[in-house]
RNA sequence: GGCCCAUUCGUCUAGUGGCCUAGGACACCGCCCUCUCACGGCGGCGGCACGGGUUCGAAUCCCGUAUGGGCCUCCA
């Protein structure tokens, strides 16, 4: 039998990154089960939708490459639908109006249980639960009653969601029961943390997807990082392309404990990504992301920096400082050792070709004739160039800033 | 407070009673490479929350404690 699940975000804002790791393991079941994924917004509770969210949450989760299945649905689209099931509730006895509303009756005795795919074996005593509203005193049906109807109507085989939810679940199978319907498989994954163990949250750093987006990080990267947060596929394969992540998914594999969001490792993972790319693909992302930032350098130019930093950063929101310096006048402090910068600019005005091997050349013997170690006789000519301590390699930037400016900024400093 | 859940290096995790002298990755530290930074190579540091059981044998099973989290809204 086919399986489909479903991506369910409330319209409140940004996609928070907690929610899409949801949707990945979502996502990732489906296709490897060449089932359906669906996307419905929840957004039962109107006064805190924000307008632009809806389009903003499609925007980020084709950015990340996650895509669903059929049109995309709300809930409140089948609030009528609800409200006439509530009705049949009312007439068989499963709830009752309370002051406008209407409450389910919860069974008041034995036990829900269900079998977690992620948990395992988990049970309620029916007598604890309180008969919860299903339907407010202005008709509108609350979450709690449409996502269980609507998981029913559109026949959802799994519902895989975060684990805030276990405690709703007796509640929404005692719901399911008294309409007939068949349960779905629920699956409930960890939550992700900051790294004080509290929810993730702003002060954590970027915390929705357009955050990462705006940093710089690449969506293969940041969905191979988010399946790995509470999924593992064996003891040491971390680095898996979206297919293979596809293949191997498996909920059983997912850990029933939260995690913690870990920034550095996240950094690494991109690097490698980075790094893995072909030169004109890593150029062609760096332009869009510049594009995306409104950062206007000539595309010509950045192409030809990318192989000088494609190693060197671990995600494009560090290009901008990292390579200024060919686009932009540099200013380097007054400490800097004069006579070497001249000396350089008196050598470096003689290198034929203008090309990197022969401008290495050239220096090497000049540190030489100094008798200094290249990397102390590099560091000033370093600086004046490129304004900076850390840079790309310095011959290749030489290259590509050209003669004349390289020359310019050698003998600004000896003036 | 009640109910439910979780607990392996700082972090993500492997581990389903003997393969564990607890493995890998990130981070960190050291060395090598080296024009800076990074990459890469080599090495190091570091953990089964605690206490009881069960068993010939427990990170793995059971009970308790502690800690953390979730839900207990006419929020989702």
Known sequence: MSVKVRMAPSPTGF????SVRTFVFNWLFARQRAGECLLRIENTDTSREVAEAVDQIQESLR???????????????????ARELARELVEKGHAYEDEGAIRFRQPKEGVVAWDDAVRGHIEFRNELLPDLVIVRSDGRPTYNFV?????????????IRGDDHVSNTPSQINILRA???ELPVYAHVPMINGADGRKLSKRHGAISVENFRADGYLPAALMNFLALLGWSFDDRTTIMAKHELVERFSLERVVPSPATFDYQK??????????DLQPDEYAHFLCKWLE????DWPQ???HATAPLVQEKIEKFAQYPDFARFFFEPVDPPEDLDAGICQAAADRLAGVEPWAATAIEESLRDLADELGQKPRQAFAPIRVAVTGSKVSPGLFESLELLGRETSLARLTAVAA
């Not at 996240?266 to 980075?274: A, F, K, P, R, T």
């Not at 995306?292 to 950062?295: C, N, P």
């Open 15 to 18: 996609l928070h990154i907690g």
């Open 292 to 295: 995306e930032q409104g950062i």
């Open 179 to 181: 309409l007939g319907a």
């Open 63 to 81: 950015w990340l490459g996650i895509d669903w299945d059929g049109p995309v649905t709300f809930q409140l689209d089948t609030a009528e639908r």
């Open 147 to 159: 996502s269980p109807v609507d998981d029913m109507v559109d026949r959802i085989t799994h519902v």
């Open 266 to 275: 996240l950094d690494w993972m991109n690097g490698v990504y980075l790094r």
């Open 300 to 302: 010509e130019m950045v």
